[in-house]
């Protein structure tokens, strides 16, 4: 298979901008920002997987506000003054011929939380003597995430306004860092989407009571962002295609309704992922299978009649490829294998023979590794470092 005959490596345009292949890093917490501010960790950190060959580089959860922080660790944007640092990264990525992309979000009633790998806890008082003091939480209503939580404040209609504004805000700044693409974070039961399920969103006013109710805060949250975007960039938007909570939550057949009104609005394209309405999605989903979410990816596509993003356990380029191929998504996001392989998209390209000769390498790398292709080919192994048949 050569790189045209690809689908996976194949360009995919949206409004004024070309994705130079189908593959997307995944939003992951890193939580190494402070106060809210990026530094040359981030650098380093999103650098890497442009120079690995991921098409489009998406950032972790970027908070629109102080409170809607997840940790202590998150990224912010919202003060100009967060602008420099983020551009010099979007130029890092640029300058290697990737996408910069940016995920803007509320934690909402999940805010003031540990990092992932200290539990997903409350903080407490003991934090707060270490400088990690929690920070009032809010959401659609007054039900916390689970025991041990603190109670979030329902929002107002006029301070739901104001988070609205914060979004359209960072939007801007992210135009003004470099940003090509904005995904917002609509899952995993932040704030936007504990407005969307009924199982956390009991409001009797117009944010509330049925499901055109539910869905206004996001479409709200939509067109401010687009207000304030662009024309010609894209606008993807994360959701969690079922909400993990139990009977009665939100389902598909929602996402699909969602997703429709979202296409109005001037979303392009729809992340489908699942799950964490209370618990972390991660922890949620494991044990699912290879693939897990990708069905709904595909619902939703053709369901809704427009583009989308699978994710969750992409492992290899023959799965990757064949979910493109099969039209089954657009995109393919990939998250903790990125983590594991940051050159990924250089791999499977050879896995796939789409690349054979290391061109698409960074330059000072490739020509090491096509004249170590070489000397590997005539002791009888392949570019990878595998003996052939």
Known sequence: MSAIQSALFS?????????????????????????????????????????????????????????????????????????????????????????????????????????????????????????????????PSTLSIGEGHATPHALTIDEIQEVVKRFGEAARRADAAGFDMIEIHGAHGYLIASFLTPLVNDRQDAYGIDRDGRMRFALEVTAEIRANWPADKPLFFRVSSEDGGGPGGWDVEDSVVLALKLHQAGVDVVDCSSGGLRLSAV??????????????????????????????????????????????????????????????????????????????????????????????????YDPTGVRKN
């Open 283 to 380: 922890l949620q989903n494991q044990g699912r299978d290879v693939g897990f979410q990708v069905p709904y990816a595909d619902r939703i596509k053709h369901s809704a009649n427009m583009p989308t993003m699978a994710v969750g356990l992409i492992l290899d380029g023959p799965q990757a490829e064949a979910i493109i191929r099969e039209d089954k998504a657009d995109f393919v996001a990939i998250g903790r294998q990125a983590m594991y392989d940051p050159f990924w998209p250089h791999h499977v390209a050879q896995q796939l023979h789409a690349n054979q000769d290391f061109k698409k390498w960074d330059l000072s790398a490739g020509w090491w590794l096509q004249k170590r292709a070489g000397a590997l080919d005539m002791i009888g």
């Open 11 to 139: 360009p995919f345009k949206i409004r004024g901008v070309t994705f130079p292949n189908r593959i997307v890093l995944a939003p992951m917490m890193q939580c190494k920002a402070i106060n809210g501010d990026a530094s040359d960790w981030h650098l380093v950190h999103y650098g890497k997987f442009a120079l690995g060959g991921f098409g489009t580089v998406l950032t972790e959860a970027v908070a629109v506000e102080p409170n809607g922080c997840i940790t202590t660790g998150c990224l912010g944007l919202w003060s100009d003054d967060q602008i420099p640092m983020l551009r010099r990264i979007t130029d890092y990525i640029h300058a290697q011929g990737s996408l910069a992309a940016i995920q803007l979000a509320h934690a909402g009633r999940k805010a003031a939380t540990h990092r992932p790998w200290e539990g997903y806890g409350p903080l407490t008082a003991e934090d707060a003597s270490r400088g990690e003091a929690p920070w009032p939480i809010v959401g």
